[in-house]
């Protein structure tokens, strides 16, 4: 390692890349570079698969028990509630006083449930739409983080790679920009992934 290199722990900023540009597209600016609301999504998930595994190696008779009081849930969903609370009384005011498609609504997943439920306000609450975005969380950060740090060590390990992928991804968004058809098109860098999971097998081959 040369002299001015320095040591980056890979799955830990992969983590924190991944969660922002997650909740981008989830909640949008400004919450999704909120360091809070991001810690809060990462360590959530991190409690809840804990305090399940925990709880499995308990007798069936004590889980509704400690669950009740070891989960994690109720705090993490009160917290973001707090996160979310003006956000969404907001947004239901503006539609309110302006109809479903108002100017300067968000494109983002908090806005697209609440067009679904449009008039079922049990399903509008803050309540229920924070428990959805944790959910949500916590399906898309952790397994794509670990599918793009196993990448990242497999090209590390096999730098021979590079070239083809660098050239090949060069070539696609030359042609095509940077579009869901470039990526369709980028069959090396698929196999290089596809390999990675099946090498890793955590995640199984469509990991990705």
Not at 7 to 20: G, K
Not at 60 to 65: A, H, S, V
Request: net charge negative.
């Amino acid at each position: 390692m040369a002299e001015d290199w320095i040591e980056v722990p890979a799955y830990q900023v992969a983590l924190q890349i991944i969660c922002r540009a997650s909740n981008q597209m989830f909640v949008g600016l400004p919450l999704c570079q909120n360091q809070d609301y991001i810690d809060l999504n990462i360590n959530h998930t991190i409690n809840a698969f804990s305090c399940a595994y925990i709880l499995n190696l308990l007798p069936d008779f004590l889980k509704l028990i400690i669950a009740f009081f070891a989960s994690p849930c109720r705090c993490s969903v009160a917290a973001v509630e707090k996160f979310f609370g003006e956000i969404i009384r907001e947004r239901l005011h503006q539609e309110d006083m302006h109809g479903k498609d108002w100017l300067g609504k968000p494109n983002d997943l908090l806005s697209w449930p609440l067009d679904a439920t449009k008039g079922i306000k049990e399903c509008q609450t803050v309540q229920e739409l924070s428990i959805e975005m944790l959910a949500v969380n916590v399906a898309a950060i952790h397994t794509t983080t670990m599918a793009f740090t196993y990448a990242l060590s497999m090209l590390a390990a096999h730098p021979e790679c590079v070239k083809t992928l660098q050239t090949e991804v060069e070539s696609m968004i030359k042609e095509e920009g940077n579009t869901k058809a470039a990526m369709g098109r980028m069959n090396h860098l698929d196999s290089f992934l596809k390999e990675t999971q099946r090498l890793y097998d955590e995640l199984g081959v469509f990991g990705m």
